[in-house]
Structure formats: structure tokens, C-alpha cells
């Protein structure tokens, strides 16, 4: 039986992570952590004092997950990271502590098993095209930019190889600040929009064709759910960063 406790627990996802931990035979919900949910704890801390657990999910903020997740690691407690604005610095900060306390941290952008899989068919098509951007939709009210789905293809990009630019940013006429941002090397662009909850789009472009990958997400936390608990399941026997839900796909 693993223990499980889920920071974010009353979280539109956390809550949806919480409830499917509670149905899974081989997992145990021991302890919750959040703002305002009766029974539950203020702190990671205050959480792993008082109930002991093998993994920390976090459903939070980025302002708060990396505290979160460092809090766990040097308890040996394992993480699940869902909350999206960390960085690559964050990452290597994480993978650091993990290793040296012999436990894993498993971090995905979109816990969803359809974006994992346009992550993995990304880095295929990446391996064929020389050029392509990433367009990153989300909701008007969503503070970091670009969202975690976004950042972690750019970056999952990065490792196969750099696009090409027809013109370098630095040579733009106009405002540079309209060919979006560079992620480790792939120019992303934001759009932040009612109506949408996540969708990120990847765009390759070849002599005389483009092939377009997108991942749409619906107003509701299910698809989430199953791939987290995937990830938890997966931080037995692991040892420090894996990063990216498809590297656990097989």
C-alpha cells in the first residue's frame, strides 16, 4: 500500500487526485493539505509530522510546489509534481535533493495520458523537421505563461535538436516581443483567452507541407487522474527527476 498525502487536496484537480487515490486498492489517502479544507493540514510539514506518507502529490502554485516538493524530498518522501511555472533551474534544484535522499520526484506539465502522447509524437516529428513553434492556449486568468504543457514540450524539444529560424529573433523588424519567447530555443506563444482551460498546439513546417499536433482539455480534472496516479505509483523504486509522463509510458 502506498501513502499518499495531496497538497492542493480541495484543488479543482487536487480534489479529483485525492478522490481516485481513495478509490485505488493499493493506495492509501492519509493526508491532505490546503488553505481551507476541514481535517486538512496548513503545511507539507505539518502533514508528514503528524501522518507519514511515501508520496507527496502536489496540486498547487507555483509559488509554493517547489517549497512543497523540497520539504518532502529532505524527509525522503517521494513527489509527484502537477503545478506548473517551475523552471529547469527548479528542476535541477529538485533532482539534487532527491538523489542525495535516495527518492524519485516525477514532473509532468499535463498529468493527461493525450498530452503525454503529443509529447512523445513532438519529439518523433522533431527528429523529421527542421522548423516549428509551439502556440500555448490557456485561460484569461492563468498567471504563468507559458503554462507547464508548453514549457515542457519546449524544452523536451531542446533535447532533440535546436529549430531553425528563417530570421533571428535578434533581426526583426518591428517588435521582437511579436515572435513570442524563446524556450530553450523554441519560439512559444501565449495566448491567454476565455473559453480555454489548457490547449497547446505544435506546429512543424517542411518544403511544401506542415503537420500540426494539438491537445485540447476539457473544463474537468478526469483526464488528469489517471496519469497521476500512474506517477505514483512509478516513484517506487525510483531515484531522482523523471520529467515528462510519457517517459513513463514505456
Not at 523552471?87 to 503525454?116: I, K, M, P, Q
Not at 509551439?134 to 504563468?144: H, L, R
Not at 518544403?207 to 482539455?217: F, I, N, V, Y
Not at 500512474?230 to 509510458?249: K, N, S, W, Y
Request: aromatic share 4%; hydrophobic share 50%.
Amino acid at each position: 500500500m502506498i501513502r499518499v498525502c495531496v497538497a492542493g487536496r480541495t484543488g479543482w484537480a487536487g480534489s479529483a487526485v485525492a478522490a481516485g487515490v481513495e478509490a485505488a486498492r493499493d493506495l492509501e489517502l492519509v493526508a491532505g493539505v490546503s488553505r481551507t479544507g476541514e481535517g486538512d493540514y496548513r503545511s507539507v510539514a505539518e502533514a508528514l509530522d503528524a501522518a507519514p506518507a511515501d508520496v507527496v502529490v502536489d496540486f498547487t502554485h507555483a509559488a509554493v510546489a517547489k517549497e512543497h516538493a523540497s520539504v518532502a524530498l529532505e524527509r525522503g518522501v517521494a513527489v509527484v509534481i502537477g503545478s506548473s511555472g517551475l523552471g529547469a533551474d527548479d528542476y535541477d534544484a529538485l533532482e539534487r535533493l532527491a538523489v542525495e535522499h535516495g527518492v524519485a520526484v516525477v514532473a509532468a506539465g499535463n498529468f493527461s495520458l493525450t498530452a503525454a502522447l503529443l509529447l512523445r509524437f513532438a519529439t518523433v516529428a522533431a527528429g523529421r523537421f527542421a522548423t516549428w513553434e509551439v502556440i500555448d492556449y490557456a485561460n484569461a486568468t492563468k498567471p504563468d505563461a507559458p503554462s507547464g504543457t508548453a514549457r515542457e514540450l519546449a524544452e523536451r524539444l531542446g533535447e532533440v535538436r535546436a529549430p531553425s529560424l528563417g530570421v533571428p529573433v535578434v533581426d526583426v523588424l518591428g517588435a521582437r516581443e511579436a515572435r513570442g519567447a524563446a524556450v530553450a530555443g523554441t519560439q512559444v506563444h501565449s495566448l491567454r483567452l476565455p473559453s480555454f482551460v489548457v490547449s497547446t498546439e505544435i506546429v512543424f513546417a517542411g518544403a511544401g507541407e506542415r503537420l500540426s499536433l494539438r491537445h485540447d482539455a476539457a473544463n474537468t480534472p478526469a483526464p488528469y487522474v489517471a496519469g497521476t496516479l500512474l506517477a505514483i505509483r512509478a516513484t517506487e523504486g525510483r531515484v531522482g527527476l523523471t520529467r515528462g509522463l510519457d517517459r513513463l509510458l514505456g
